[in-house]
């Protein structure tokens, strides 16, 4: 337990951890690898049992390997997918590790995501059943959210924002609030945040490239050109000049075509 909460606030920022342990036994690896995803969500830990091969002479020749990783989104059950290593197939067995894991989060089997996801004018709007329960959302970041769920086949389980705050921030005595307290605390896995944000100091959270950007529109009022040019050039003329204005204005393009 203290082993996965020191390396539990790692894990965000890693891409695979790997704990060596003495004992070969397979029930007991999975037991570790589950406590470790369910209480601490530890999802990119390996076990390792490393066996050396000695000659006669004492001396190190080759080594055997285990390397033992967990898929929790197995649908009928969980998976621990162990690879035997030795020192003529690493380079294959490394590229089988990776592939794993990406194969692993490709396909969720419907595994529940605690999404924090909010109402944003024209942006996402919450879809309610008659009790008032949130059954999803529409509008531009809702829709990206369900073809998102649909790629990775999960199931979202929407909750609130802590506070029932928004963006979240960082307070004086350095708790969050907010969609960053969501994902800080362990009430969200996942939130779907309309403003671009970055690492304000939490541990346990990591963000993502944005998949869309707000633009900021300025609006002022609309000038009357024409009203302007005409008053400038005619405010100084009498009635006469007007006149003669006018009709030498609407000449000028039938001068023009006949002179071409």
């Not at 000695?54 to 190190?60: A, K, M, R, S, V």
């Not at 950007?213 to 609309?222: A, D, Q, Y």
Request: hydrophobic share 40%.
């Amino acid at each position: 337990g203290g082993f996965y909460k020191k390396l539990s606030n790692f894990n965000p920022k890693t891409k695979l951890m790997i704990a060596s342990l003495l004992s070969h036994n397979r029930e007991e690896k999975e037991e570790i690898l589950k406590v470790g995803f369910e209480k601490y969500k530890m999802l990119n830990v390996a076990i390792l049992n490393f066996t050396p091969i000695i000659d006669d002479n004492d001396e190190l020749i080759g080594f055997n390997i285990s390397v033992c990783l967990y898929n929790p989104f197995r649908e009928n059950s969980p998976d621990l997918h162990c690879i035997d290593v030795n020192s003529a197939n690493v380079d294959e067995k490394l590229i089988e590790m990776e592939n794993f894991q990406k194969s692993r989060l490709k396909n969720l089997q419907k595994f529940p995501l605690k999404v924090n996801i909010f109402e944003y004018e024209m942006k996402s709007v919450a879809l309610r059943d008659l009790n008032g329960e949130i059954l999803g959302y529409t509008y531009p970041d809702g829709e990206l959210l369900n073809a998102f769920a649909q790629v990775m086949n999960f199931t979202p389980v929407f909750v609130s924002s802590e506070n029932d705050g928004e963006y979240g921030y960082q307070m004086a005595n350095g708790s969050f609030t907010g969609s960053l307290a969501a994902t800080e605390y362990g009430k969200a896995d996942l939130v779907a945040n309309p403003r671009l944000i970055a690492d304000y100091n939490t541990t346990k959270s990591v963000f993502l490239q944005p998949v869309t950007t707000m633009k900021l529109f300025f609006i002022i009022k609309k000038r009357d050109t024409r009203r302007l040019i005409t008053t400038f050039v005619l405010e100084k003329l009498d009635w006469t000049s007007r006149m003669i204005t006018m009709i030498l204005l609407s000449l000028f393009p039938i001068i023009y075509i006949v002179i071409n």
